[in-house]
């Protein structure tokens, strides 16, 4: 396979998954308090939302790849 062609896929697929799930989560833990060894411990869970404008445009440049990875392979 071309690496254009593999390029156009993977950016199609991220750009599905981006407008499918349009957010993530992640979480972390922080040390609130701490005596000596006693330590107190907090998690935060923390959300990243990714606009759909993202989504859309990976779609559309992973089909300009793809279109590029076909008009090359016809000249060859």
Do not use: R
Not at 16 to 35: C, P, S
Request: aromatic share 8%; with cysteine.
């Amino acid at each position: 396979m071309k690496p254009t062609l593999i390029v156009g896929v993977v950016l199609i697929t991220l750009g599905a998954a981006v407008l499918g799930y349009n957010h993530f989560n992640y979480t972390t833990t922080e040390t609130v308090l701490q005596i000596g060894s006693i330590k107190a411990t907090a998690e935060e869970t923390h959300t990243v939302f990714l606009s759909p404008i993202l989504g859309w445009l990976l779609v559309g440049g992973g089909a300009c790849a793809l279109a590029f990875a076909a008009m090359s392979k016809n000249k060859d």
